[in-house]
């Protein structure tokens, strides 16, 4: 079936899944930050692997890539990429500051390995409810690189993946930090298949 053909079948699905899956993280963020949370709706389409480096832009831009392994009925990898500054913002955002000069220490990897590891739970869970499929995420690995090192490492197993991605475009913020992340559902051949079949997508 091709991308465009996709995108268009699976529509309101993408967009059902994109608003459950965003109010449940801004929903967990702001009791965290015991702070509101505003989420813009996101945008959600099936991607072809190639097209997730234009997405990302520059391949020597920095950016933050929490990668997550899916486990359950639905096999494969998860990404949640944050360009540097929206990592910052979203660390000040955790702790209350405005410190724009910071660099990223330990500590703050940890807390954007946990911010990463609670918004890709809330859009595996809101597509666990959607299809009735069991679906969780591994424990999350965080890497600082140029986004083209970091779109190298499910690259590098693309032999064993599909060539499709589902792809979430996450903006929020909280006064004056903006956040933007792209989440990248990255299934097997034969899971991207049993996805499609439990949306009634295919028979």
Not at 107 to 131: K, Q, R
Not at 149 to 178: C, R, W, Y
């Amino acid at each position: 079936m091709l991308i465009d053909t996709l995108n268009n079948v699976l529509l309101d699905v993408l967009k059902e899944l994109g608003n459950i899956g965003s109010g449940n993280a801004a929903t967990a963020l702001a009791t965290i930050i015991n702070r509101k949370i505003d989420m813009d709706v996101p945008q959600v389409k099936i991607l072809e692997f190639k097209e997730v480096s234009n997405i990302l832009g520059d391949s020597e831009k920095p950016v933050v890539g929490i990668y997550f392994g899916m486990e359950g009925d639905i096999e494969g990898n998860m990404m949640f990429i944050l360009d540097l500054q929206s990592a910052k913002n979203l660390v000040n955002m955790l702790y209350g500051s405005s410190n724009d000069d910071r660099d990223l220490n330990d500590m703050d990897i940890s807390a954007l390995s946990e911010v990463g590891n609670i918004i890709s739970s809330s859009y595996i869970n809101s597509l666990s409810a959607l299809t009735g499929l069991t679906l969780k995420i591994t424990i999350p690995s965080v890497c600082i690189d140029m986004a083209g090192a970091i779109l190298s490492v499910p690259a590098v197993q693309f032999g064993q993946m599909g060539d499709h991605v589902i792809f979430i475009e996450t903006q929020f913020e909280e006064d004056n930090n903006k956040i933007t992340g792209d989440l990248f559902l990255i299934p097997e051949i034969s899971s991207f298949d049993k996805l499609l079949k439990s949306l009634g997508v295919v028979q």
